[in-house]
């Protein structure tokens, strides 16, 4: 299948500092990426909908300006959290829209674990 | 046994024993539904899909029911194994590529 990838896997970061994950398709073209926050032992909580050359979809709750999403190219999505908090710890990972008849509908990335101290 | 914990309910089963694991949606405009398999750590892997036309879809061992009267899905792992023992998400969408909706998940716990 295909493969998404998230860069890092792990961040620590202090209180006040902005930090960048990023989101790729390594063998696809994705035109619609998915972020989603993930606290322990809860279920995925999607934030936004990353559309490639135009602005994310955010969903309810979630602060536009805090989580910057960008879709620069079509293998290419990054999410950046700005002026980081204790509370923004967490476990963000994206997934990418699969192409037409591939049978799945979004493929997901391995997760970043952002801890702010 | 089933049991409800703070956040995620948790399932406990024997090795070889067949699992069945629960979901109820909300929306009823549903038309995709996805069951997920995640690991510790990890992203959510894919474990198999069913469309709102379908009430039976089974894969590898696997099997998902999808009753769409009382907005409930189920999926039925045969066999279980060790290496099933992971928390399971079921998922919603209005259409498949569409934006998913997470149900709560449970954590499936296999004893050898």
């Known amino acids: 299948g295909a493969v998404v990838s998230q860069h890092p896997s792990r961040v620590i970061c202090k209180s006040g500092t902005s930090v960048k994950i990023e989101c790729r398709s390594l063998d696809f073209q994705a035109t619609t990426m998915f972020w989603y926050r993930q606290f322990p032992k809860q279920s995925l909580m999607l934030m936004a909908t990353s559309n490639e050359g135009s602005k994310a979809t955010y969903e309810q709750g979630v602060e536009k300006d805090k989580f910057l999403i960008n879709h620069a190219s079509l293998t290419l999505s990054t999410l950046t959290v700005t002026s980081a908090h204790p509370e923004d710890s967490s476990f963000y990972i994206c997934s990418a829209r699969a192409p037409t008849g591939s049978g799945e509908t979004q493929y997901f990335g391995p997760g970043t674990r952002l801890l702010v101290l | ?112």
């Open chain 2, 1 to 112: 046994g089933e049991s409800v914990g703070l956040h995620l309910p948790t399932l406990s089963v024997q090795e070889g024993d067949n699992s069945i694991i629960n979901c109820a949606y909300s929306n009823s405009a549903s038309d995709y539904f996805i069951w997920y398999k995640q690991e510790s750590g990890k992203g959510p892997q894919f474990i198999i899909d069913i469309r709102s036309n379908m009430d039976k879809r089974q894969g590898q061992r696997v099997t998902v029911l999808l009753n769409k009267t009382v907005k409930h899905l189920s999926l039925q792992i045969a066999a279980t194994q060790p290496g099933d023992s992971a928390v399971y998400f079921c998922a919603e969408s209005a259409s498949q590529g569409g934006k998913l909706i997470f149900g709560q998940g449970t954590e499936l716990s296999v004893k050898p």
